[in-house]
């Protein structure tokens, strides 16, 4: 480790302290790691994922990063940033200046505060860099900032399996030229594997003869294919997370989950990697990954978009759509993909969406019952906003049918299907797949013939109930019960109300839209509208119109 000379010599017992933290990193040490950042609701890290702010923060992220790979220091610079004062003690770990901002730990000198900067060289191969503020708190050296630059990837393997610039040409002309599209893992490209989001399953699958529909229509329409995106295994959950490839990183919100198990293209349209994400909806997988990362997610009506192509999870309610990161983009995709002069693809459909969806909007009481508190408030105010604005909606409360049954029963039939599709290839491959999906798919094959049929028995008054209320009105509801949780979090509880939320509209095949127009807590939370079958484009159209009228524009 080299020490290029500076004006001034670097304390002893900081360069100590600074390889006792680098020890740490090198070993995964995560109890001295903690120890290393200062306590406390100011401190700060920084990476190309973005900002963690405080203690706890940074802690839950490095519990789940894993180790850095094995690296050397080449270079450390020091730099002293003390103004010779005694900082004045203060009685909380939300430390402010005399001004009322933020200022130093009780129990240290302004005499004590260092900058950092060192170089690491992996040998792997690449440099990074990193950036620290170190100050003496109560006789030891601890990390008050710090910003990671890491050596640069040859591409995010958490988001891509597979990427180019572009994968794949699309038509030179078209509505979509000049957008690019990450592809779910889930669908035919000539050429190429299905992986599903499994290295054994495509370690074994075939290239694939001929690419799906729903790619060839973009394709046909301008876009570039800029890669295959990760997906959840097998489609089969809606946090977001990989055992194999990791966690792709949330756009919007850093340290949360992305939501799944659209995860990969969502990821990469809201870190700005593609415009377009190609993806599938069983239970909520484009509606709860556009939630939780402040996107636009289209649901298409069930059997608008063909499915060949397309590995299936459960064929009653598997659907294709797409994620944007503001609403005129996805106009254009549904457009193009939907109407008849576009798409090769789809019949003349066209016609339900050609007429405005009425401006009544039903709010579903049982379904918003299960967001949170502070979801729910911020629903209140956005409605309280829609209808005291200039073109202001009607509101009507509506009983949708306990939630709870809709549930069960649409988890039952999914799970049938589910391993009706996976269960012979998971037999013949123990230990493949992850716990949690190992655990959904454990709980699906004991469903018996006679469960299967009672719980599609019970879906068919909901269905029926749910396309009554949308004949003359769009429901309109949070998309999910809050802001994205974070990695660290038990997720099962938010998975519960989560698809209770999601699952109706899925259960009835209708057409739904996830607008990104709440914030909670600093978090995105999307709105979602419902409407009747085959009105899809002009649900884009409606929910354009409602998100300019409180401000939001088109996302653009």
């Given at each position: ?236 959950s809606i946090a977001g997370d990989n055992v194999h490839y990791g966690t792709p990183p949330n756009g919007a919100v850093v340290g949360a989950l992305p939501g799944g198990s659209s995860s990969g293209p969502a990821s990469a349209v809201a870190l700005g990697h593609a415009d377009i994400g190609l993806a599938t909806d069983t239970a909520g997988s484009i509606r709860v990954p556009a939630s939780y990362q402040g996107l636009w997610g289209l649901r298409t009506t069930h059997d608008l978009v063909p499915r060949q192509g397309m590995l ?35 019949e003349s459909v066209y016609g339900a969406s050609g007429d405005d969806l009425p401006w009544r909007f039903l709010v579903p009481e049982e379904i918003l019952d299960c967001a949170d508190p502070d979801t729910r408030e911020a629903f209140s105010r956005l409605l309280a906003a829609l209808a005291a604005s200039d073109d202001p909606p009607s509101f009507r409360a509506v009983h949708t049918g306990e939630v709870d049954a809709a549930f069960t029963a649409f988890r039952t039939v999914q799970g049938a299907e589910a391993w009706r599709n ?135």
């Amino acid at each position: 480790m080299a020490v290029p000379a500076d004006d001034a010599a670097m304390p002893d017992d900081l360069r100590a302290a600074f390889d006792a933290y680098e020890s740490a990193i090198v070993a995964n040490d995560l109890d001295a790691l903690d120890a290393f950042f200062a306590p406390g609701t100011q401190t700060l890290r920084g990476d190309t994922a973005g900002l963690l702010v405080g203690h706890d923060a940074i802690s839950g992220f490095r519990a789940l990063r894993g180790g850095v790979p094995p690296r050397e220091i080449a270079e450390i610079h020091y730099r002293p940033l003390s103004s010779g004062r005694r900082a004045a003690p203060v009685a909380s770990d939300d430390v402010r200046d005399d001004a009322g901002a933020p200022g130093t730990p009780a129990g240290s000198d302004d005499g004590d505060v260092a900058l950092l900067v060192s170089v690491s060289a992996f040998r792997g191969g690449g440099r990074g860099l990193q950036t620290q503020i170190w100050q003496r708190i109560d006789g030891r050296w601890l990390i008050t900032a710090a910003h990671v630059t890491p050596r640069t990837p040859a591409l995010d393997r958490t988001i891509w399996r597979s990427v180019g610039d572009p994968f794949l040409q699309g038509a030179w002309e078209g509505p979509l030229a000049g957008l690019t599209v990450a592809v779910k893992d889930l669908f035919a490209i000539a050429g190429f594997r299905i992986g599903a989001g499994n290295p054994a399953y495509l370690e074994e699958a075939r290239p694939e003869k001929a690419t799906a529909p729903a790619v060839a229509d973009l394709l046909r329409g301008g876009a570039s294919l800029r890669g295959i995106a990760r997906t959840d295994e097998f489609a089969y959950s809606i946090a977001g997370d990989n055992v194999h490839y990791g966690t792709p990183p949330n756009g919007a919100v850093v340290g949360a989950l992305p939501g799944g198990s659209s995860s990969g293209p969502a990821s990469a349209v809201a870190l700005g990697h593609a415009d377009i994400g190609l993806a599938t909806d069983t239970a909520g997988s484009i509606r709860v990954p556009a939630s939780y990362q402040g996107l636009w997610g289209l649901r298409t009506t069930h059997d608008l978009v063909p499915r060949q192509g397309m590995l299936p999870l459960a064929q009653s309610f598997d659907t294709i759509g797409w994620l944007t990161r503001d609403g005129d983009t996805l106009q254009r995709v549904a457009d193009w993909c939907l109407s008849y002069d576009g798409s090769a693809s789809t019949e003349s459909v066209y016609g339900a969406s050609g007429d405005d969806l009425p401006w009544r909007f039903l709010v579903p009481e049982e379904i918003l019952d299960c967001a949170d508190p502070d979801t729910r408030e911020a629903f209140s105010r956005l409605l309280a906003a829609l209808a005291a604005s200039d073109d202001p909606p009607s509101f009507r409360a509506v009983h949708t049918g306990e939630v709870d049954a809709a549930f069960t029963a649409f988890r039952t039939v999914q799970g049938a299907e589910a391993w009706r599709n996976d269960g012979e290839w998971l037999r013949a491959h123990p230990g493949a797949v992850g716990e949690a999906v190992a655990e959904r798919f454990r709980a699906a094959s004991q469903i018996t013939a006679a469960e299967e049929s009672r719980a599609r028995a019970d879906l068919e008054p909901i269905a029926a109930h749910l396309a009554e209320l949308v004949d003359g009105a769009v429901l309109i509801f949070p998309t999910v019960p809050g802001p994205a949780p974070l990695r660290t979090a038990d997720v099962d509880a938010v998975r519960a109300a989560t698809l209770r939320m999601t699952a109706p509209a899925a259960a009835a095949g209708l057409p739904a839209i996830s607008v990104p127009l709440l914030t909670v807590g600093g978090a995105p939370v999307g709105v979602c509208l419902v409407s009747r079958a085959g009105t899809d484009i002009a649900l884009v159209r409606l929910a354009r119109r409602l998100a300019a009228l409180i401000g939001a524009g088109d996302g653009r």
